[in-house]
């Protein structure tokens, strides 16, 4: 039940695009299409941001948008704004019947 | 509105014991599964258990097998974690979420902070 890789740390200015990678192994992210992306402010409980790789839920703006390949999924931030500054968390299921989260990453609007 | 909201958390000493409990409103309690979901002071997430809509099927993380165990009241839209021979490193925030389509985390709560210190 290792963590999955996260990059530390991300950062954009406001309207560029910015990626975030998470990497799991062929026993989670590579097994399922089961990848969601949590977006936390800080003192906030998490935030579902995308779920089964690349869907978002009601209310979260198409500028977040999730994809996958192979043990790798990603997020994608585009129109990068001051309020998207937060951590960053994926999670995956297992085929242990558990879930895994990501280590997370920060992202700084510059 | 769905609302999930914890209580329980505190101080305890190593080796010591208490009981979360996450009382839940605004949707149907008995037809999800639910979850824990663990933070320690300026660290990442951590799943420690998730538990079926009547109880019968349990997960939880290594870390925690044998100490922590998760159940439900349906009857009381209530979910619960015991947790037994408390370390330190199970200092942490403790969320409670809803588990859908079987791994996305839907809605959280708030947290409880648990603190394990002599």
């Known amino acids: 039940q290792s963590a999955l890789t996260q990059p530390a740390s991300v950062s954009g200015s406001p309207g560029q695009s910015i990626t975030i990678s998470c990497t799991g192994t062929?026993?989670?992210?590579?097994?399922?299409?089961?990848v969601s992306w949590y977006q936390q402010h800080p003192g906030k409980a998490p935030k579902l941001m995308i779920y089964?790789?690349?869907n978002r839920p009601s209310g979260v703006s198409n500028r977040f948008s999730g994809s996958k390949s192979g043990n790798t999924a990603s997020l994608t931030i585009s129109g990068l704004q001051a309020e998207d500054e937060a951590d960053y968390y994926c999670?995956?299921?297992?085929?242990?019947?558990?879930?895994?989260f990501g280590t997370g990453t920060k992202v700084t609007v510059l | 509105e769905v609302q999930l909201v914890e209580s329980g958390g505190g101080l305890v000493q190593p080796g010591g014991s208490l009981r979360l409990s996450c009382a839940a409103s605004?949707?149907?309690?008995?037809?999800?599964?639910m979850s824990w979901v663990r933070q320690a002071p300026g660290k990442g997430l951590e799943w420690v258990a998730n538990?079926?809509?009547?109880?019968?099927?349990?997960y939880y993380v290594d870390s925690v097998k044998g100490r922590f165990t998760i159940s439900r009241d349906n009857a009381k839209n209530s979910l619960y974690l015991q947790m037994n021979s408390l370390r330190a490193e199970d200092t942490a925030v403790y969320y409670c979420?809803?588990?859908?389509?079987?791994?996305?985390?839907?809605?959280w709560g708030q947290g409880t902070l648990v603190t394990v210190s002599s």
């Open positions: 979420a809803r588990l859908v389509a079987v791994a996305t985390l839907d809605y």
């Open positions: 605004g949707f149907s309690f008995s037809n999800y599964w």
């Open positions: 538990i079926k809509q009547d109880g019968s099927e349990k």
């Open positions: 062929s026993s989670d992210v590579g097994a399922y299409n089961y």
């Open positions: 089964e790789v690349s």
């Open positions: 999670s995956s299921y297992t085929r242990s019947s558990t879930l895994v």
